[in-house]
């Protein structure tokens, strides 16, 4: 409830941390920051050298930390990667820390600016297919060698072990976030590692593929949290699938929490003018902004 005072008006805690997050969300759109720094580090597949970029809270660590996964469009923004191809150590590149899109680029500020080291890893660049791909390729035997399911956990599983490995991350305090075909290798890496005594402590899983092409299995086992964020009129995915995935997980145990945004399409957090002029996409991204950082704070509790 609403309270009036003499001084003025006075909000409820919960009021107030929303207006908050949505200034901070705001804020973190319309500013423009400083490039995140480059990192190299190797894949569990034992051979690929992976790039990554690492978003650095600008308080004192060690940090909690969030390893960001792309989608099928790749780490860089559309007007940057058509003629990109690899992406590695000492090689030039106009797909770089500079370039990336600005759903990544906005994450990653917003996680260091609420005290959360992020490192966003490359999985097509350091493979040769910096480019990404477009909407409705799932079947392209190109991205057989950069899928969702057997390449790309491995990739997140030697980003944790890069972030343990630096002393400044909080090694208990390591989640996930996905979008997309990045959200679904969120989900496969949670089946793979089961315990997050051993692994990721929590995944936030942004649209996900949620069929039998994209899961390692219909049901996921974990004793590690997940939420799962979706929106009505996703035009690339289906939500009702994932929300029947998520019903058989919480039947096994598994303790996995779904937002469904009405109106709000695939890519509903991609704040472009373009993206977020689809109906329900802006108040979805609002929502999720002031959601993730509360949701990773009770989990780190």
Same mark, same amino acid.
């Given at each position: ?148 399911? +057997? @390449?790309? *956990? ?11 490995? $630096?002393?400044? !991350?909080?090694?208990? =305090? ?84 779904? +937002? @469904?945004? *009405? ?11 373009? $993206?977020?002029? !689809?109906?329900?996409? =802006? ?19």
């Amino acid at each position: 409830m609403i309270a009036l005072r003499p001084g003025g008006l006075e909000l409820p805690n919960h009021l107030i941390r929303i207006i908050i997050g949505l200034i901070a969300a705001l804020l973190l759109v319309e500013n423009t920051s400083a490039a995140p720094q480059t990192v190299y580090f190797p894949s569990v597949d034992g051979h690929t050298a992976l790039v990554g970029y690492l978003f650095q809270p600008a308080t004192p660590g060690p940090w909690p930390a969030v390893v960001m996964l792309h989608g099928r469009g790749g780490p860089y923004s559309s007007n940057d990667n058509a003629d990109c191809t690899y992406v590695g150590h000492d090689t030039a590149s106009p797909c770089n820390a500079a370039t990336l899109s600005k759903r990544h680029a906005m994450w990653g500020e917003y996680w260091s600016a609420h005290g959360y080291l992020a490192l966003l890893p490359d999985s097509f660049g350091p493979r040769g297919k910096a480019h990404g791909f477009g909407r409705f390729t799932h079947d392209d035997p190109d991205r057989a060698d950069v899928n969702e399911m +057997t @390449v790309r *956990p491995l990739d997140a599983e030697g980003a944790l072990a890069y972030l343990r490995g $630096r002393g400044d !991350a909080i090694p208990g =305090q390591i989640y996930l976030q996905g979008w997309s075909n990045g959200g679904s290798t969120a989900l496969n890496v949670m089946i793979r590692q089961r315990s997050q005594a051993t692994g990721y402590r929590g995944a936030l899983v942004f649209y996900p593929g949620c069929g039998q092409a994209a899961l390692l299995a219909s049901t996921i086992s974990t004793t590690a949290p997940i939420a799962m964020f979706l929106g009505t009129d996703d035009e690339e995915v289906s939500p009702v699938i994932c929300q029947h995935v998520a019903d058989r997980s919480r039947q096994a145990g598994s303790s996995i929490d779904v +937002t @469904v945004y *009405p109106g709000a399409t695939h890519d509903f957090d991609e704040p472009s003018s373009r $993206r977020q002029s !689809a109906p329900g996409n =802006q108040a979805a991204m609002d929502d999720a902004l002031v959601k993730a950082i509360a949701i990773l704070d009770r989990w780190k509790n």
